[in-house]
């Protein structure tokens, strides 16, 4: 498995980097009933716009399909995502978020400290310049998400 840990120096590259995680760590998942399409979506924000727009251009896939995306303004918008990425700045809307697809397997990646234990089934940190990321597995196994073995050993935590 070559999930590459990234460094950097400049806060412009972050979301490059978690973007580049986040399309890693979804290939190490498998879900039991697929999910509506293979979107992935910045909440609030357009930070993941420009490399979802990029990935799309260069036809990058996920289980085999053409990944999409779009920036959601509002929680009532959240219908077919396979992704949900909320940025720190709107941790606020976490828990009515997470509680909006409880019903649903749509994997919530959040970037605050306690985004795992609130749900969310894939939490990233930057730590010493380097992205972690925390793995909520029982949450996972709610929404019929089965998260490989080997991803979990590479997990900071896994709650």
Known sequence: MSLIFLS???????????FGLITKLV?????????ASNSI????????????DLKIKEGEKINGSIISGTVLKDISEIKNSMIIFVPKKHSSELKEIIKSVSDKNI???SEQKSGAQMGAIFNILLENNKLVFE????????KGISINSRLLQLAKKVF
């Not at 950097?8 to 978690?18: G, I, P, Q, R, V």
């Not at 910045?42 to 979802?52: R, S």
């Not at 793995?135 to 709610?142: D, L």
């Open 8 to 18: 950097f120096n400049l806060e412009t590259k972050e979301y490059d980097a978690k």
């Open 27 to 35: 290939k190490f998942v498998s879900f039991s009933t697929p999910p």
């Open 41 to 52: 979506d910045a909440y609030g924000d357009a930070v993941f716009k420009e490399q979802i």
């Open 107 to 109: 994997i919530v990646i």
């Open 135 to 142: 793995v909520n597995k029982t949450e996972a196994n709610k």
